[in-house]
């Protein structure tokens, strides 16, 4: 069973930058596709970006679209997200998640993998 751990997040003023990181020691990745979504207060949760498991394939949501990059290092067994420009609507706790493939609609791999989401990070933005 994998389980997925995701860290990086913190407290950045507007403007700011984060590069969150989503590593399992049980299980290699390189076969999957890694989901990076989010959940704040009140709100349903959202896909945010997508990664095929070669690395060769990315897609993001529209609110994020611009602003992150993801990314993998398949020999370090880790996936990247790099949150640059980020807005207080940003704020939530992101969590990863693997798959066999990642649509361009993040809505179908999030209820695909939704109940598998570990612990998350908590990225907060604010002044």
């Known amino acids: 069973q994998l389980q997925l751990v995701e860290s990086g997040g913190g407290l950045v003023q507007p403007g700011g930058s984060l590069r969150l990181s989503c590593v399992d020691s049980?299980?290699?990745?390189?076969?999957?596709?890694i989901g990076w979504f989010r959940r704040a207060p009140g709100k349903e949760p959202e896909g945010v970006s997508c990664?095929?498991?070669?690395?060769?394939?990315?897609n993001y949501g529209d609110s994020v679209k611009g602003r992150f990059t993801i990314s993998r290092d398949n020999a370090k067994n880790t996936v990247y997200l790099q949150m640059n420009s980020l807005k207080p609507e940003d704020t939530a706790i992101y969590y990863c998640?693997?798959?066999?493939?990642?649509?361009?609609?993040?809505?179908?791999?999030?209820?695909?993998?939704?109940?598998?989401w570990g612990q998350g990070t908590q990225v907060t933005v604010s002044s």
């Open positions: 049980g299980f290699t990745l390189d076969h999957y596709a």
């Open positions: 998640a693997a798959d066999t493939f990642c649509e361009d609609d993040l809505r179908y791999m999030l209820v695909r993998t939704s109940d598998s």
């Open positions: 990664i095929s498991s070669s690395g060769e394939s990315t």
